[in-house]
Protein backbone atom coordinates (compact mmCIF):
# COMPACT_ATOMS: atom_id res chain seq x y z
CA UNK A 1 0.00 0.00 0.00
CA UNK A 2 1.10 3.82 -0.89
CA UNK A 3 1.81 5.97 1.64
CA UNK A 4 0.88 9.45 0.69
CA UNK A 5 3.62 12.40 1.77
CA UNK A 6 3.06 16.60 2.16
CA UNK A 7 4.69 18.45 -0.66
CA UNK A 8 6.96 20.96 1.05
CA UNK A 9 9.42 23.74 -0.08
CA UNK A 10 9.59 22.14 -3.54
CA UNK A 11 9.90 18.22 -2.63
CA UNK A 12 7.54 15.16 -1.23
CA UNK A 13 7.94 15.08 2.01
CA UNK A 14 6.96 11.94 4.03
CA UNK A 15 5.03 12.28 7.42
CA UNK A 16 6.85 12.43 10.67
CA UNK A 17 3.74 12.59 13.25
CA UNK A 18 3.14 8.85 12.94
CA UNK A 19 0.00 8.99 12.26
CA UNK A 20 -2.47 8.11 9.00
CA UNK A 21 -5.62 8.18 7.99
CA UNK A 22 -6.69 5.69 4.85
CA UNK A 23 -7.75 6.61 1.90
CA UNK A 24 -10.10 4.25 0.56
CA UNK A 25 -11.24 3.51 -3.43
CA UNK A 26 -15.14 4.47 -2.37
CA UNK A 27 -15.90 2.12 -5.49
CA UNK A 28 -14.16 -1.33 -3.86
CA UNK A 29 -14.20 -0.21 -0.79
CA UNK A 30 -10.62 -1.14 -0.62
CA UNK A 31 -7.69 1.02 1.00
CA UNK A 32 -5.17 2.36 -1.65
CA UNK A 33 -3.34 4.78 0.50
CA UNK A 34 -2.48 6.06 3.44
CA UNK A 35 -2.05 9.55 4.11
CA UNK A 36 0.13 11.22 6.75
CA UNK A 37 -1.26 13.66 9.39
CA UNK A 38 0.34 16.52 10.19
CA UNK A 39 1.49 17.98 13.78
CA UNK A 40 1.59 21.39 14.68
CA UNK A 41 5.40 20.93 14.34
CA UNK A 42 5.26 19.89 10.70
CA UNK A 43 3.37 22.89 9.99
CA UNK A 44 5.40 25.21 11.12
CA UNK A 45 7.86 23.79 9.12
CA UNK A 46 5.57 24.64 5.88
CA UNK A 47 5.13 28.02 7.38
CA UNK A 48 8.89 28.70 7.98
CA UNK A 49 9.54 27.76 3.89
CA UNK A 50 6.64 29.91 3.10
CA UNK A 51 7.72 32.75 4.62
CA UNK A 52 11.14 32.71 3.61
CA UNK A 53 9.44 32.62 0.25
CA UNK A 54 7.18 34.87 0.22
CA UNK A 55 8.52 38.15 -0.17
CA UNK A 56 11.12 37.47 -3.24
CA UNK A 57 7.47 36.07 -4.79
CA UNK A 58 6.11 39.07 -4.06
CA UNK A 59 8.53 41.34 -5.33
CA UNK A 60 7.47 39.50 -8.94
CA UNK A 61 5.70 41.95 -10.89
CA UNK A 62 1.76 40.82 -11.77
CA UNK A 63 2.62 40.45 -15.01
CA UNK A 64 5.11 37.40 -14.69
CA UNK A 65 2.91 35.92 -11.81
CA UNK A 66 0.39 35.70 -14.33
CA UNK A 67 2.56 33.90 -16.79
CA UNK A 68 2.59 31.16 -14.09
CA UNK A 69 -0.97 31.02 -14.15
CA UNK A 70 -1.14 30.70 -18.05
CA UNK A 71 1.54 28.05 -17.95
CA UNK A 72 -0.14 25.86 -15.30
CA UNK A 73 -3.80 26.11 -17.39
CA UNK A 74 -1.54 24.39 -20.12
CA UNK A 75 -0.31 21.75 -17.91
CA UNK A 76 -4.02 21.21 -16.28
CA UNK A 77 -4.97 20.33 -19.87
CA UNK A 78 -2.24 18.34 -20.21
CA UNK A 79 -2.82 16.19 -17.64
CA UNK A 80 -6.51 16.57 -17.45
CA UNK A 81 -7.39 12.97 -18.09
CA UNK A 82 -4.29 11.93 -15.19
CA UNK A 83 -6.28 14.44 -12.89
CA UNK A 84 -9.45 13.10 -13.59
CA UNK A 85 -8.85 9.45 -12.97
CA UNK A 86 -6.69 10.32 -9.47
CA UNK A 87 -9.70 12.19 -8.45
CA UNK A 88 -12.18 9.84 -9.20
CA UNK A 89 -10.45 7.09 -7.25
CA UNK A 90 -10.01 8.31 -4.34
CA UNK A 91 -13.77 10.18 -4.69
CA UNK A 92 -16.15 8.18 -6.56
CA UNK A 93 -17.00 10.49 -9.09
CA UNK A 94 -17.34 9.92 -12.62
CA UNK A 95 -14.92 10.90 -15.23
CA UNK A 96 -16.57 13.82 -16.77
CA UNK A 97 -17.75 14.85 -13.35
CA UNK A 98 -14.46 14.62 -12.54
CA UNK A 99 -12.79 16.34 -15.21
CA UNK A 100 -15.58 19.34 -15.13
CA UNK A 101 -13.82 19.42 -11.21
CA UNK A 102 -10.27 20.11 -12.73
CA UNK A 103 -12.29 22.50 -15.10
CA UNK A 104 -14.07 24.80 -12.84
CA UNK A 105 -10.92 25.22 -10.66
CA UNK A 106 -8.97 25.92 -13.99
CA UNK A 107 -11.38 28.49 -15.26
CA UNK A 108 -10.76 30.63 -11.77
CA UNK A 109 -6.94 29.90 -12.71
CA UNK A 110 -7.91 31.72 -15.88
CA UNK A 111 -9.05 34.54 -14.23
CA UNK A 112 -6.47 35.06 -12.43
CA UNK A 113 -4.08 35.60 -15.48
CA UNK A 114 -6.11 39.11 -14.79
CA UNK A 115 -3.86 40.08 -12.54
CA UNK A 116 -2.35 43.14 -13.51
CA UNK A 117 -5.59 43.97 -14.31
CA UNK A 118 -7.05 43.66 -11.02
CA UNK A 119 -4.77 44.44 -8.74
CA UNK A 120 -4.20 48.14 -10.07
CA UNK A 121 -4.71 50.58 -7.27
CA UNK A 122 -6.40 54.20 -6.86
CA UNK A 123 -5.03 57.52 -7.74
CA UNK A 124 -6.23 60.93 -7.44
CA UNK A 125 -4.11 63.70 -8.48
CA UNK A 126 -4.04 66.81 -6.54
CA UNK A 127 -5.86 65.82 -3.44
CA UNK A 128 -4.91 69.30 -2.15
CA UNK A 129 -2.02 71.72 -2.73
CA UNK A 130 0.57 69.44 -4.46
CA UNK A 131 -1.07 66.72 -2.37
CA UNK A 132 -1.91 63.28 -4.36
CA UNK A 133 -3.18 59.92 -2.94
CA UNK A 134 -3.56 56.51 -4.02
CA UNK A 135 -4.33 53.11 -2.87
CA UNK A 136 -2.54 49.62 -3.41
CA UNK A 137 -3.26 46.64 -2.97
CA UNK A 138 -0.58 44.36 -1.26
CA UNK A 139 -0.17 40.73 -0.53
CA UNK A 140 -0.71 39.28 3.31
CA UNK A 141 1.98 37.37 3.49
CA UNK A 142 1.51 33.26 4.69
CA UNK A 143 -1.93 32.37 4.05
CA UNK A 144 -3.75 29.14 4.59
CA UNK A 145 -6.67 27.39 2.97
CA UNK A 146 -8.92 23.78 4.59
CA UNK A 147 -11.01 22.10 1.93
CA UNK A 148 -13.90 19.38 2.10
CA UNK A 149 -13.92 15.91 -0.21
CA UNK A 150 -16.51 17.03 -2.12
CA UNK A 151 -14.12 19.05 -4.92
CA UNK A 152 -11.09 18.03 -4.28
CA UNK A 153 -9.42 19.92 -7.41
CA UNK A 154 -12.14 23.17 -8.11
CA UNK A 155 -11.72 24.61 -4.76
CA UNK A 156 -8.12 24.30 -3.74
CA UNK A 157 -7.85 26.13 -7.28
CA UNK A 158 -9.72 28.98 -6.11
CA UNK A 159 -8.17 29.61 -3.12
CA UNK A 160 -4.25 28.87 -3.67
CA UNK A 161 -4.83 30.60 -7.57
CA UNK A 162 -5.73 33.98 -6.71
CA UNK A 163 -3.76 33.91 -3.69
CA UNK A 164 -0.56 33.39 -5.13
CA UNK A 165 -1.47 35.50 -8.13
CA UNK A 166 -1.63 38.79 -5.41
CA UNK A 167 1.77 37.47 -4.42
CA UNK A 168 0.99 35.30 -1.16
CA UNK A 169 2.62 32.00 -0.19
CA UNK A 170 -0.23 29.54 0.51
CA UNK A 171 -0.25 26.41 2.83
CA UNK A 172 -3.19 23.60 1.97
CA UNK A 173 -4.68 21.58 3.71
CA UNK A 174 -6.70 19.30 2.13
CA UNK A 175 -9.41 16.76 2.71
CA UNK A 176 -7.72 14.02 3.78
CA UNK A 177 -10.41 11.57 2.11
CA UNK A 178 -8.90 12.17 -1.75
CA UNK A 179 -5.59 14.19 -1.08
CA UNK A 180 -3.81 12.56 -4.25
CA UNK A 181 -5.39 16.00 -6.76
CA UNK A 182 -4.25 18.46 -4.34
CA UNK A 183 0.01 17.15 -4.82
CA UNK A 184 -0.44 17.00 -8.09
CA UNK A 185 -1.70 20.15 -8.48
CA UNK A 186 1.37 21.95 -6.11
CA UNK A 187 3.62 19.84 -8.90
CA UNK A 188 2.11 21.47 -11.74
CA UNK A 189 2.35 24.83 -10.10
CA UNK A 190 5.90 24.16 -9.57
CA UNK A 191 6.47 22.53 -13.32
CA UNK A 192 4.95 26.11 -14.45
CA UNK A 193 7.55 28.57 -13.00
CA UNK A 194 6.54 28.76 -9.15
CA UNK A 195 9.48 29.05 -7.05
CA UNK A 196 9.53 26.45 -4.07
CA UNK A 197 7.51 27.09 -0.66
CA UNK A 198 5.15 29.61 -2.19
CA UNK A 199 2.50 26.80 -2.46
CA UNK A 200 2.36 23.54 0.14
CA UNK A 201 0.35 20.93 0.66
CA UNK A 202 -0.03 19.92 4.12
CA UNK A 203 -1.94 16.75 4.78
CA UNK A 204 -4.11 16.40 8.23
CA UNK A 205 -7.06 16.34 10.15
CA UNK A 206 -8.48 18.66 13.36
CA UNK A 207 -4.50 18.85 14.45
CA UNK A 208 -2.98 20.26 11.14
CA UNK A 209 -5.99 22.72 11.05
CA UNK A 210 -5.86 24.10 15.10
CA UNK A 211 -2.10 24.24 13.96
CA UNK A 212 -2.91 26.49 11.00
CA UNK A 213 -5.45 28.66 13.41
CA UNK A 214 -3.11 29.19 15.98
CA UNK A 215 0.34 30.18 13.69
CA UNK A 216 1.36 34.07 14.07
CA UNK A 217 2.35 33.76 11.36
CA UNK A 218 -0.59 32.73 9.04
CA UNK A 219 -2.61 35.60 7.77
CA UNK A 220 -5.62 34.45 6.56
CA UNK A 221 -7.67 30.87 6.47
CA UNK A 222 -9.89 30.15 3.78
CA UNK A 223 -12.37 27.43 4.41
CA UNK A 224 -14.76 25.20 2.88
CA UNK A 225 -16.63 22.13 4.41
CA UNK A 226 -19.33 21.60 6.97
CA UNK A 227 -21.29 24.24 8.86
CA UNK A 228 -20.09 23.13 12.30
CA UNK A 229 -16.57 23.16 11.61
CA UNK A 230 -16.77 26.33 9.50
CA UNK A 231 -18.55 28.15 12.43
CA UNK A 232 -15.59 26.81 15.04
CA UNK A 233 -13.04 27.48 12.36
CA UNK A 234 -14.26 31.01 11.56
CA UNK A 235 -14.62 31.96 15.44
CA UNK A 236 -10.92 30.54 16.44
CA UNK A 237 -9.36 32.30 13.46
CA UNK A 238 -10.97 35.50 13.98
CA UNK A 239 -10.59 35.96 17.73
CA UNK A 240 -6.42 35.28 16.75
CA UNK A 241 -6.41 38.37 14.75
CA UNK A 242 -7.07 36.70 11.16
CA UNK A 243 -8.15 37.24 8.12
CA UNK A 244 -10.89 34.47 7.59
CA UNK A 245 -13.68 33.55 5.09
CA UNK A 246 -15.52 29.85 6.00
CA UNK A 247 -18.01 28.69 3.83
CA UNK A 248 -20.48 26.26 4.87
CA UNK A 249 -23.19 23.70 4.34
CA UNK A 250 -26.54 23.44 2.16
CA UNK A 251 -29.50 22.90 2.29
CA UNK A 252 -30.97 23.75 -1.55
CA UNK A 253 -34.61 24.69 -2.39
CA UNK A 254 -35.76 24.40 -5.74
CA UNK A 255 -39.39 25.84 -6.32
CA UNK A 256 -41.24 24.54 -9.26
CA UNK A 257 -44.19 26.64 -9.97
CA UNK A 258 -47.61 25.35 -11.64
CA UNK A 259 -46.51 26.78 -14.85
CA UNK A 260 -43.09 25.37 -15.12
CA UNK A 261 -41.93 23.14 -18.00
CA UNK A 262 -42.56 19.79 -15.72
CA UNK A 263 -40.31 17.60 -18.21
CA UNK A 264 -37.53 20.41 -17.39
CA UNK A 265 -37.87 21.00 -13.79
CA UNK A 266 -37.74 16.55 -13.69
CA UNK A 267 -34.84 16.86 -15.71
CA UNK A 268 -33.68 19.54 -13.73
CA UNK A 269 -34.05 17.51 -10.48
CA UNK A 270 -32.15 14.78 -11.73
CA UNK A 271 -29.10 15.98 -12.18
CA UNK A 272 -29.44 18.26 -9.64
CA UNK A 273 -30.57 16.06 -6.69
CA UNK A 274 -28.59 12.75 -7.90
CA UNK A 275 -25.32 14.29 -9.96
CA UNK A 276 -21.91 13.38 -8.44
CA UNK A 277 -24.26 11.28 -5.68
CA UNK A 278 -25.72 14.39 -3.93
CA UNK A 279 -22.56 15.17 -2.66
CA UNK A 280 -22.10 18.81 -3.97
CA UNK A 281 -23.04 22.06 -1.78
CA UNK A 282 -25.02 23.13 -4.71
CA UNK A 283 -27.13 19.97 -4.99
CA UNK A 284 -30.73 20.79 -4.52
CA UNK A 285 -32.49 18.69 -1.87
CA UNK A 286 -35.88 19.88 -1.46
CA UNK A 287 -38.17 19.98 -4.38
CA UNK A 288 -41.27 22.18 -3.15
CA UNK A 289 -43.94 22.14 -6.23
CA UNK A 290 -46.33 24.60 -5.66
CA UNK A 291 -50.07 22.91 -5.76
CA UNK A 292 -50.89 19.62 -5.53
CA UNK A 293 -51.46 19.13 -8.62
CA UNK A 294 -47.78 20.21 -9.89
CA UNK A 295 -46.53 17.85 -6.65
CA UNK A 296 -48.42 14.80 -8.53
CA UNK A 297 -47.31 15.60 -11.96
CA UNK A 298 -43.74 16.06 -10.62
CA UNK A 299 -43.73 12.61 -8.37
CA UNK A 300 -44.82 10.92 -11.63
CA UNK A 301 -42.33 12.57 -14.15
CA UNK A 302 -39.28 11.50 -11.33
CA UNK A 303 -40.38 8.50 -10.79
CA UNK A 304 -38.97 6.73 -13.93
CA UNK A 305 -36.16 8.88 -14.46
CA UNK A 306 -35.02 7.97 -10.86
CA UNK A 307 -35.65 4.35 -11.81
CA UNK A 308 -33.53 4.72 -14.88
CA UNK A 309 -30.45 6.04 -13.04
CA UNK A 310 -26.99 4.18 -13.65
CA UNK A 311 -25.04 3.73 -10.62
CA UNK A 312 -21.78 2.67 -10.89
CA UNK A 313 -17.68 3.15 -10.60
CA UNK A 314 -16.07 5.90 -12.73
CA UNK A 315 -14.79 2.67 -14.41
CA UNK A 316 -17.68 1.69 -15.99
CA UNK A 317 -18.45 3.50 -18.84
CA UNK A 318 -19.91 6.54 -20.27
CA UNK A 319 -23.27 5.66 -19.09
CA UNK A 320 -23.00 5.82 -15.67
CA UNK A 321 -24.95 8.57 -13.64
CA UNK A 322 -23.23 8.58 -10.05
CA UNK A 323 -20.73 6.36 -8.30
CA UNK A 324 -20.28 5.94 -4.59
CA UNK A 325 -20.45 8.10 -1.87
CA UNK A 326 -17.13 8.91 0.06
CA UNK A 327 -16.79 6.62 2.87
CA UNK A 328 -18.71 3.72 4.42
CA UNK A 329 -19.33 6.05 7.53
CA UNK A 330 -21.26 8.90 4.96
CA UNK A 331 -23.03 5.73 3.37
CA UNK A 332 -24.51 4.61 6.83
CA UNK A 333 -24.81 8.19 7.80
CA UNK A 334 -27.06 8.84 4.87
CA UNK A 335 -28.92 5.06 5.26
CA UNK A 336 -29.84 6.19 9.06
CA UNK A 337 -31.07 9.73 7.79
CA UNK A 338 -33.19 7.57 5.24
CA UNK A 339 -34.63 5.48 8.06
CA UNK A 340 -35.08 8.81 10.17
CA UNK A 341 -37.30 10.19 7.63
CA UNK A 342 -39.56 6.60 7.14
CA UNK A 343 -39.88 7.14 11.21
CA UNK A 344 -40.99 10.76 11.29
CA UNK A 345 -43.87 9.83 8.57
CA UNK A 346 -42.66 10.68 5.11
CA UNK A 347 -43.91 8.67 2.36
CA UNK A 348 -40.69 6.70 0.85
CA UNK A 349 -41.50 6.81 -3.49
CA UNK A 350 -37.94 5.56 -4.19
CA UNK A 351 -36.44 3.06 -1.93
CA UNK A 352 -32.85 2.86 -2.66
CA UNK A 353 -31.85 0.95 0.62
CA UNK A 354 -30.98 -2.09 -1.05
CA UNK A 355 -29.25 -1.17 -3.61
CA UNK A 356 -25.99 -3.35 -4.46
CA UNK A 357 -23.95 -3.87 -7.25
CA UNK A 358 -22.40 -7.02 -8.37
CA UNK A 359 -18.72 -7.08 -8.36
CA UNK A 360 -18.60 -4.16 -5.41
CA UNK A 361 -20.53 -4.97 -3.00
CA UNK A 362 -18.02 -3.65 -0.76
CA UNK A 363 -18.07 -0.18 -2.10
CA UNK A 364 -20.10 2.63 -0.74
CA UNK A 365 -23.10 2.88 -3.27
CA UNK A 366 -26.07 4.40 -2.08
CA UNK A 367 -29.41 3.55 -4.20
CA UNK A 368 -31.66 6.73 -5.49
CA UNK A 369 -34.33 7.56 -2.97
CA UNK A 370 -36.92 9.82 -3.27
CA UNK A 371 -39.34 11.24 -0.19
CA UNK A 372 -42.41 12.88 -0.86
CA UNK A 373 -45.01 14.53 1.77
CA UNK A 374 -41.68 15.70 3.56
CA UNK A 375 -42.59 18.49 6.53
CA UNK A 376 -40.40 21.36 7.82
CA UNK A 377 -40.31 18.87 11.37
CA UNK A 378 -38.57 16.27 9.98
CA UNK A 379 -34.97 16.04 10.25
CA UNK A 380 -34.43 14.97 6.76
CA UNK A 381 -35.62 18.03 6.17
CA UNK A 382 -33.68 20.49 8.37
CA UNK A 383 -30.55 18.61 7.97
CA UNK A 384 -28.09 18.54 4.96
CA UNK A 385 -27.57 14.40 4.16
CA UNK A 386 -25.40 15.15 1.34
CA UNK A 387 -26.42 11.95 -0.15
CA UNK A 388 -28.66 10.84 -3.42
CA UNK A 389 -31.83 11.67 -1.65
CA UNK A 390 -34.89 14.20 -2.76
CA UNK A 391 -37.44 15.47 -0.31
CA UNK A 392 -40.17 17.05 -1.67
CA UNK A 393 -42.13 19.46 0.28
CA UNK A 394 -45.35 20.54 -0.90
CA UNK A 395 -47.19 23.73 -0.67
CA UNK A 396 -49.80 25.50 -1.19
CA UNK A 397 -49.24 28.30 -3.01
CA UNK A 398 -45.75 30.74 -4.19
CA UNK A 399 -45.59 33.05 -1.06
CA UNK A 400 -45.30 29.54 0.96
CA UNK A 401 -42.88 27.73 -0.87
CA UNK A 402 -40.55 31.25 -0.82
CA UNK A 403 -41.17 31.00 2.89
CA UNK A 404 -39.56 27.44 2.95
CA UNK A 405 -36.33 29.25 1.46
CA UNK A 406 -36.65 32.30 3.62
CA UNK A 407 -36.82 30.23 7.01
CA UNK A 408 -33.99 27.12 6.56
CA UNK A 409 -31.03 27.86 8.26
CA UNK A 410 -28.75 27.57 5.26
CA UNK A 411 -28.95 29.66 2.16
CA UNK A 412 -26.43 28.46 0.05
CA UNK A 413 -28.04 27.94 -3.26
CA UNK A 414 -31.88 28.21 -4.65
CA UNK A 415 -33.90 27.38 -7.63
CA UNK A 416 -37.23 28.56 -8.99
CA UNK A 417 -38.65 26.68 -12.30
CA UNK A 418 -41.50 28.70 -14.11
CA UNK A 419 -42.74 30.18 -17.44
CA UNK A 420 -43.45 33.57 -15.34
CA UNK A 421 -41.21 36.55 -15.45
CA UNK A 422 -42.82 38.36 -12.67
CA UNK A 423 -42.36 35.36 -9.87
CA UNK A 424 -38.72 34.41 -11.28
CA UNK A 425 -38.22 38.44 -10.87
CA UNK A 426 -39.85 38.19 -7.52
CA UNK A 427 -38.19 35.62 -5.93
CA UNK A 428 -34.38 36.50 -7.10
CA UNK A 429 -34.94 39.64 -5.60
CA UNK A 430 -36.99 38.62 -2.14
CA UNK A 431 -35.11 35.17 -1.23
CA UNK A 432 -32.56 35.52 1.54
CA UNK A 433 -30.05 32.55 -0.49
CA UNK A 434 -26.66 34.19 -2.08
CA UNK A 435 -26.96 31.84 -5.99
CA UNK A 436 -30.20 31.85 -7.46
CA UNK A 437 -31.15 30.05 -10.41
CA UNK A 438 -34.12 30.97 -12.91
CA UNK A 439 -35.02 27.62 -14.74
CA UNK A 440 -31.06 26.84 -13.88
CA UNK A 441 -30.87 24.18 -11.40
CA UNK A 442 -27.40 24.17 -10.25
CA UNK A 443 -26.65 28.37 -10.29
CA UNK A 444 -22.86 28.32 -9.66
CA UNK A 445 -21.32 31.41 -10.67
CA UNK A 446 -18.57 31.54 -13.25
CA UNK A 447 -14.97 32.74 -12.07
CA UNK A 448 -15.50 36.11 -12.68
CA UNK A 449 -18.38 36.81 -10.48
CA UNK A 450 -18.35 35.61 -7.09
CA UNK A 451 -19.55 31.99 -4.82
CA UNK A 452 -20.73 32.23 -1.62
CA UNK A 453 -24.22 31.68 0.11
CA UNK A 454 -25.59 33.93 3.08
CA UNK A 455 -26.98 32.35 6.56
CA UNK A 456 -25.49 29.59 8.23
CA UNK A 457 -23.90 28.32 4.73
CA UNK A 458 -20.89 31.07 4.93
CA UNK A 459 -19.48 32.95 7.74
CA UNK A 460 -17.22 36.19 7.02
CA UNK A 461 -17.76 39.03 4.44
CA UNK A 462 -16.09 38.43 0.94
CA UNK A 463 -17.09 35.44 -1.55
CA UNK A 464 -15.07 32.58 -3.25
CA UNK A 465 -13.19 33.74 -7.33
CA UNK A 466 -13.99 36.53 -8.61
CA UNK A 467 -13.26 40.13 -7.70
CA UNK A 468 -14.11 39.22 -4.16
CA UNK A 469 -10.40 36.83 -4.39
CA UNK A 470 -8.40 39.63 -4.95
CA UNK A 471 -9.69 41.63 -1.62
CA UNK A 472 -9.45 38.83 0.41
CA UNK A 473 -5.93 37.95 -0.14
CA UNK A 474 -4.69 41.43 -0.36
CA UNK A 475 -4.77 44.84 2.18
CA UNK A 476 -5.11 47.95 1.04
CA UNK A 477 -2.68 50.07 1.35
CA UNK A 478 -2.67 54.05 1.20
CA UNK A 479 -0.29 56.58 0.69
CA UNK A 480 -0.73 60.49 1.00
CA UNK A 481 2.19 62.61 -0.54
CA UNK A 482 3.15 66.08 -0.96
CA UNK A 483 5.77 67.72 -2.74
CA UNK A 484 5.75 71.73 -2.31
CA UNK A 485 6.12 72.99 -5.48
CA UNK A 486 9.86 74.28 -5.98
CA UNK A 487 8.21 75.84 -9.76
CA UNK A 488 8.33 79.70 -9.15
CA UNK A 489 8.51 82.10 -10.82
CA UNK A 490 12.48 82.57 -12.04
CA UNK A 491 13.14 80.06 -10.96
CA UNK A 492 15.68 77.92 -12.87
CA UNK A 493 12.98 74.75 -13.41
CA UNK A 494 11.46 77.45 -15.09
CA UNK A 495 10.96 76.59 -18.87
CA UNK A 496 11.69 79.71 -20.86
CA UNK A 497 8.18 81.17 -22.45
CA UNK A 498 7.84 79.95 -25.95
CA UNK A 499 8.18 83.17 -28.46
P1 LIG B 1 -15.80 18.64 6.69
O1 LIG B 1 -16.28 19.84 7.39
O2 LIG B 1 -15.92 17.32 7.36
O3 LIG B 1 -14.24 18.78 6.32
C1 LIG B 1 -13.74 19.92 5.68
C2 LIG B 1 -12.31 20.14 6.12
O4 LIG B 1 -12.27 20.38 7.52
C3 LIG B 1 -11.39 18.96 5.84
O5 LIG B 1 -10.16 19.44 5.35
C4 LIG B 1 -11.24 18.31 7.21
O6 LIG B 1 -9.98 17.69 7.38
C5 LIG B 1 -11.39 19.47 8.16
N1 LIG B 1 -11.98 19.08 9.44
C6 LIG B 1 -12.85 18.06 9.67
N2 LIG B 1 -13.18 18.01 10.96
C7 LIG B 1 -12.51 19.01 11.58
C8 LIG B 1 -12.46 19.47 12.93
N3 LIG B 1 -13.16 18.89 13.90
N4 LIG B 1 -11.68 20.53 13.21
C9 LIG B 1 -10.97 21.15 12.24
N5 LIG B 1 -10.99 20.74 10.94
C10 LIG B 1 -11.75 19.69 10.62
O7 LIG B 1 -16.53 18.62 5.25
P2 LIG B 1 -16.47 17.51 4.12
O8 LIG B 1 -17.25 16.33 4.57
O9 LIG B 1 -15.08 17.30 3.65
O10 LIG B 1 -17.26 18.26 2.94
C11 LIG B 1 -18.66 18.28 2.83
C12 LIG B 1 -19.24 19.56 3.39
O11 LIG B 1 -18.68 20.69 2.73
C13 LIG B 1 -20.74 19.69 3.16
O12 LIG B 1 -21.33 20.22 4.30
C14 LIG B 1 -20.85 20.64 1.98
O13 LIG B 1 -22.07 21.34 1.90
C15 LIG B 1 -19.73 21.56 2.29
N6 LIG B 1 -19.30 22.31 1.11
C16 LIG B 1 -19.60 23.64 1.07
C17 LIG B 1 -19.24 24.38 -0.04
C18 LIG B 1 -19.55 25.84 -0.11
O14 LIG B 1 -18.99 26.54 -0.95
N7 LIG B 1 -20.43 26.37 0.74
C19 LIG B 1 -18.56 23.77 -1.10
C20 LIG B 1 -18.26 22.41 -1.00
C21 LIG B 1 -18.63 21.68 0.11
Not at 45 to 66: D, I, L, S
Not at 142 to 166: R, S, Y
Not at 297 to 306: A, T
Amino acid sequence: MQDLTHYMNGAHVAGTSGRFADVFNPATGEVQARVPLANAAEMDQAVQFAAAAQPKWAAVNPQRRARVMMKFVELLHRDMDKLAEALSREHGKTLPDAAGDVQRGLEVVEYCIGAPQLLKGEFTDGAGPGIDMYSMRQALGVCAGITPFNFPAMIPMWMFAPAIACGNAFILKPSERDPSVPLMLAELMEEAGLPKGILQVVNGDKEAVDAIIDHDVIQSIGFVGSTPIAEYIYGRGCSQGKRVQCFGGAKNHMIIMPDADMDQAADALIGAGYGAAGERCMAISVAVPVGEETADKLIEKLKPRIDALKVGPYTGGNDVDYGPVVTAAAKANILKMVESGIAQGAELVVDGRDFSLQGYEEGFFVGPHLFDRVTTDMDIYQKEIFGPVLSVVRAQDYEEALALAMDHEMGNGTAIYTRDGDAARDFANRVNVGMIGINVPIPVPLAYHTFGGWKKSVFGDLNQHGPDAFKFYTRTKTVTSRWPSGIKDGAALNFKPMD
